[in-house]
């Protein structure tokens, strides 16, 4: 399997550049692991519901999440990322 290429959006740099250091080191590792397999069980990735039943999520730790989308086979586009507030 190809490794997945990611994109960020604007919103997501912008949020991500606000978190703590310790949560972008999270990331970073789980962006890691997302890259080979966005399906890792550890991301706990799960599609979402209502506005946003076309988009993805996964974990980055009990409380950190990125949102995203696939662009094609080996495509992510990363929308946001931050608290569960981004689910609204």
Known sequence: MQAITIRPTGLFEK?????PKKIKEFAKQKEVAFRENPFHPSLDTHKLHGKDKDVWAFSINHKYRIKFVFLN???ALFLEIGLHDIYR
């Open 73 to 75: 086979t080996t495509t």
């Open 15 to 19: 949020q991500y550049r606000k978190l």
